[in-house]
Nanobody, 122 residues
């Protein structure tokens, strides 16, 4: 499956952004999806994940209550709604896919999209 992330940009602290990740190739609905982020000089970290059906989600503690992951299998797209953004949310955000659900380690995901930059100014 090929993944294409978009929707990043520059936003002030407290603002919102919605990231999208469009999938093509193999059947999107068979894959659980995840969002990760990587700030300069730091390791790639887990943000959120959603099951193939969209009925199950889980989040990193740092974004819980502020970010929401969702998917539209008819559009082969997964979303990350980011509210109440903080400067520490600044990073390149990546979407990833895997046949298994419940994964929070980057090495566990088989497919990756290119990143989209999110910059939050204070």
């Amino acid at each position: 499956v090929q993944l294409q992330a978009s929707g990043g940009g520059l936003v002030q602290a407290g603002g919102s952004l919605r990231l999208s990740c469009a999938a093509s190739g193999r059947t999107f609905s068979r894959y659980s999806m995840g969002w990760f982020r990587q700030a300069p000089g730091k390791e790639r970290e887990f943000v959120a994940a959603i099951s193939w059906s969209g009925t199950s989600t889980f989040y990193a503690d740092s974004v819980k209550g502020r970010f929401t992951i969702s998917r539209d299998n008819a559009k082969n797209t997964v979303y990350l709604q980011m509210n109440s953004l903080k400067p520490e949310d600044t990073a390149v955000y990546y979407c990833a896919a895997d046949g298994r659900y419940g994964l929070s380690n980057a090495y566990e995901y088989d497919y990756w999209g290119q990143g989209t930059q999110v910059t939050v100014s204070s």
